[in-house]
């Protein structure tokens, strides 16, 4: 299934569109389903692929479950960016070697992803599937330890040709913490080659995810909006290293996505009913 969208300039010169969801075939045949006196320009765009990656937390300690992993029936992400599939990064840390990535289809995509030693935690809310489930458990900054960071390597050309976004979500306990502090964090993103970016994303104090995500924006800690999640556009390199600096708070990353931009499929230009036209353009030109 490819989005499309269709623009065209009756004779009189009205512009009209419309758009949807359907298989190019069926696209295709609506071109002829319109009147003959018409220009249409018809794109398609094939769907965005997806990398989810969820951070467990604390997982199961001493036969207490605290935190699950997302199994791959389970739909989780933020408006625009749900997905199926979501990797699944438990332990402390992963330093070498890298885990495997696969896509949204549960497609292997040749990525690795590794993380330095961080805190096991988790919120307070329902341990319920999907998108509670991915925000309840995270990693933060282990007392007397350097912040912790992710790095992804070995993206594709699915993500390298044409771009793609990085959703950093986040969200630590704060809402049982008797001083109910803002938890402010720097999210820095170095991508391979490139340059570096920087957004800061405020955890509010005295409230934990309650399903609804809302970005965070912030080019200073002072100026850091309230929000769960963070996004970094326009990235190209095929590996980056995410870092979380807290300024207040612990610094959390409870998971990642990282989204490539749309590829068009199809471009086209059709005119209909071509002989009228050109008699149109000759009679007003006096030929």
């Known amino acids: 299934m490819e989005a499309f969208g269709v623009v065209w300039v009756w004779a009189s010169g009205t512009p009209g ?14 071109f002829w389903a319109v009147s003959p006196f018409v220009v249409l320009v018809a794109i398609g765009v094939a769907d965005a692929a997806l990398i989810g990656i969820n951070f467990v937390g604390k997982g199961t300690v001493s036969g207490t479950v605290y935190t699950q ?58 341990d319920t599937p999907g998108d509670r489930r991915m925000m309840r458990g995270y990693l933060s900054l282990f007392p007397d ?37 803002d938890g402010v964090t720097e999210y820095f993103l170095t991508p391979s080659g490139g340059t570096a970016k920087t957004v800061f994303g405020k955890d509010a104090g005295g409230t934990n995810f309650n399903g ?3 970005p965070a ?32 708070g612990s610094g959390p990353i409870n998971g990642i996505q990282i989204v490539a931009a749309p590829e068009p499929t199809t471009l086209g230009l059709i005119i209909l009913g071509g002989a009228v036209l050109i008699r149109r353009r000759r009679i007003h030109s006096g030929r």
């Open 17 to 30: 569109h419309f758009g949807g969801t359907t298989s190019m075939s069926a696209l295709r045949g609506c």
């Open 69 to 126: 992993p997302l199994a791959a029936t389970e739909s989780a992400g933020a408006p625009g960016f749900t997905q199926f599939n979501w990797n699944n990064a438990a332990g402390s840390s992963n330093p070498t070697g890298g885990q495997s990535l696969y896509d949204e289809n549960g497609q292997g995509t040749g990525a690795t992803l590794t993380w330095t030693y961080a805190d096991k935690s988790y919120t307070s809310i329902s």
């Open 145 to 181: 330890k350097d912040p912790v960071s992710v790095t992804v390597s070995g993206l594709g050309a699915l993500f390298t040709v044409h771009g793609y976004s990085v959703v950093v979500y986040f969200d630590g306990e704060n809402a049982t913490k008797t001083s109910n502090q």
């Open 217 to 248: 924006t912030g080019t200073t800690a002072a100026g850091a909006t309230a929000g769960n999640y963070v996004r970094f556009d326009g990235l190209k390199a095929s590996a980056f290293t995410l870092t979380a600096t807290p300024v207040t």
């Open 212 to 214: 609804t995500y809302t």
